[in-house]
């Protein structure tokens, strides 16, 4: 349990630095914000989500901490409990205070291009599609399987040449062929 010693030590001496805080103590301030900004840092940070907001919220925390320490109560909660509370409600309160970032200018909206494709184009894709696999289907099936190995899979020439125990010209020339009939049955 010598973890828990460490964790409780540690408390406790956030604790009795806060406490010298409220007495205007600065070596003790600088010793909570060595010991706990990290922590309300990412606090904030999880909160807003923007880096700079969450540096502006930290600083409004620490310096709030050195106002109004002697508000700060152990009996309530532990030291690192209240600075967390505080980093947590100002960061949300920040948030609750940005307008959402939305477009003032509804005209802009109309700058912007819409990548889906149109209608029209989605369709004579459709067409090209069902013209290219009824041409691949007319071809011999050795063709037609190197082609698609070849083009659709990305395999190589030298890859196929292995796959299938054929002469690498062989495979070459095969595939120029089969490429050769495609393009007389999609220009018809």
């Known amino acids: ?26 070596q003790a301030f600088e010793s909570v914000y060595q010991l706990s900004s990290g922590r309300l840092f ?7 989500r923007d880096r700079s907001d969450a540096e502006e919220v930290l600083q409004d925390v620490f310096t709030t901490v050195w106002n109004k320490a002697a508000q700060f ?15 947590r409600n100002r960061s949300i309160d920040r948030l ?22 149109q209608p029209a184009h989605a ?9 290219l696999q ?5 071809l ?3 063709r037609r399987s190197l082609i698609r190995l070849a083009f659709l899979d990305g395999a190589s020439y030298e890859e196929l040449s292995r796959r299938i125990g054929s002469p690498l010209g062989s495979v070459k020339s095969w595939i120029r062929r089969g490429l050769g009939q495609l393009r007389v049955c999609l220009e018809r």
Do not use: F, N, Y
């Not at 369709?123 to 013209?131: L, N, T, V």
């Not at 009824?134 to 007319?138: A, F, G, I, N, P």
């Open 73 to 87: 109560d152990r009996a309530k909660a532990a030291a690192m409990t209240w600075l967390s509370m505080m980093a």
């Open 42 to 48: 990412a606090i904030c940070l999880h909160v807003l």
């Open 96 to 117: 609750r205070a940005t307008p959402p970032r939305a477009l003032d200018d509804l005209s802009v909206a109309e700058e912007i291009p819409d990548v889906a494709p």
């Open 123 to 131: 369709a004579e894709q459709a067409s090209d599609h069902a013209r």
């Open 134 to 138: 009824d041409c691949l289907e007319s």
């Open 1 to 26: 349990m010598p973890e828990l010693d460490a964790a409780a030590a540690a408390s406790h001496r956030l604790d009795e630095l806060l406490v010298r805080v409220a007495g205007g103590d600065r």
């Open 140 to 142: 011999e099936p050795r």
